[in-house]
Nanobody, 121 residues
Framework: QVRLVESGGGLVQPGGSLRLSCATSGFTTGFTFASATMSWYRQAPGKERELVARIINSGGSTNYADSMKGRFTISRDNAKNTMYLQMNSLKPEDTAVYYC??????????WGQGTQVTVSS
């Protein structure tokens, strides 16, 4: 069973930075981390969950929500089965629970439990 565990969240002042990590386990030879499309989503109180950034399997192609472009960077280390999200120039509106997501080649979704990011002075 694929397991995703986020870490790195916390309280940061506006303009600050955080680096989130998504450690994964449970991948098999039939479904490897390198083959998974990995994404970060976030959900703020009272709002729907939204896509933050996505990185496509081992090719590394990325895409970002417009409001995150230029501030956030998604990356993955296929040797460590880990995904990252570097967040710079954080704003109060970035406050949310951030979730790690993996999608298999067959469209099966896996989610982590989330990590809280709070941007406040």
């Amino acid at each position: 069973q694929v397991r995703l565990v986020e870490s790195g969240g916390g309280l940061v002042q506006p303009g600050g930075s955080l680096r989130l990590s998504c450690a994964t386990s449970g991948f098999t030879t039939g479904f490897t981390f390198a083959s998974a499309t990995m994404s970060w989503y976030r959900q703020a109180p009272g709002k729907e969950r939204e896509l933050v950034a996505r990185i496509i399997n081992s090719g590394g192609s990325t895409n970002y929500a417009d409001s995150m472009k230029g501030r956030f960077t998604i990356s993955r280390d296929n040797a460590k089965n880990t995904m990252y999200l570097q967040m710079n120039s954080l704003k109060p509106e970035d406050t949310a629970v951030y979730y790690c997501n993996a999608v298999s080649l067959w469209g099966v979704n896996y989610w982590g439990q989330g990590t809280q990011v709070t941007v406040s002075s």
